[in-house]
């Protein structure tokens, strides 16, 4: 009896044993380390979870599981770096890590599901952001001169835009900012289905151009100047000057 007892252990540790290596070397986690220094402009396309700071030690960290890190594509210049995953992967997995530091930041291109957080916010003196399919993006950016800001397929925005000059958005195919902060000058175009805004973001003079039922919300203290169609509804605090253009079932209206 004690000699079929070991005998059926043993053939279960000899069936388990496999699956948990195999686990354990699916599930583990490589390093590759990239200098960063003179970088003003990223690009990431794939399943990434991007966490990036302001500091002077301009460098990044990607964590993937093994078999995945040859995968990995990075390509820098002198003021861009390029990251991407090569070829189709067999298998899903969880987003890979990158952390990544920049002392100024020009330009962001998102795409692919990646999503990009900002810790303790980011001031440079200007930046452009270009994101779509599936992306999302959170965190706080303050310049001193243009945000502008092109979003589409289904992209996701949620922190505070502060400009001393202009900030300039583009909305289209489902994409949803959530946005408090303030700017002079504010550009905003929508087409289907997008949203934008809360009442927590202030500018003085806003343009407007929506349509296709999509929706808009901001609080204005000088001028008001909006072409809304197609089921779209603005709303908007303050007390501005207006000049609305509203037709068919659109719609401006105050909080």
Do not use: R
């Given at each position: 009896m004690k000699k079929i007892l070991v005998n059926a252990l043993l053939w279960a540790v000899a069936g388990i044993l496999p699956v948990s290596m195999a686990f354990a070397q699916e599930t583990a986690q490589h390093?590759?380390?990239?200098?960063?220094?003179?970088?003003?402009a990223v690009s990431v396309n794939g399943?990434?979870?991007i966490v990036l700071k302001q500091g002077a030690k301009e460098e990044m960290h990607i964590s993937a599981p093994a078999e995945v890190l040859p995968r990995i594509a990075v390509k820098t210049g002198s003021t861009k770096v390029d990251v991407s995953v090569k070829g189709k992967l067999k298998q899903n997995y969880a987003p890979f890590e990158i952390e990544m530091t920049l002392s100024q930041l020009e330009d962001v291109e998102l795409s692919g599901s990646a999503?990009?957080?900002?810790?303790d916010g980011f001031s440079c003196k200007k930046i452009s952001v270009e994101m779509k399919e599936n992306t999302v993006f959170t965190g706080d950016i303050q310049t001193t001169d243009k945000i502008s800001i092109e979003m589409s397929d289904k992209a996701e925005w949620k922190g505070a835009l502060t400009s001393t000059k202009e900030v300039k958005v583009e909305l289209s195919d489902y994409a949803t900012m959530e946005v408090r902060g303030h700017t002079p000058s504010f550009s905003l175009s929508q087409n289907n289905h997008t949203r934008f805004g809360t009442r927590d973001f202030h500018v003085d003079k806003a343009g407007v151009k929506m349509s296709n039922l999509s929706t808009a919300g901001l609080t204005v203290n000088k001028e008001l100047?909006?072409?809304?169609?197609d089921g779209a509804v603005l709303t908007y605090g303050g007390m501005p000057k207006t000049k609305v253009n509203a037709s068919g079932s659109a719609k401006v209206q105050a909080f």
């Open positions: 390093y590759q380390k990239t200098d960063l220094t003179g970088v003003k399943n990434f979870k999503t990009m957080e900002i810790k100047s909006a072409t809304v169609a």
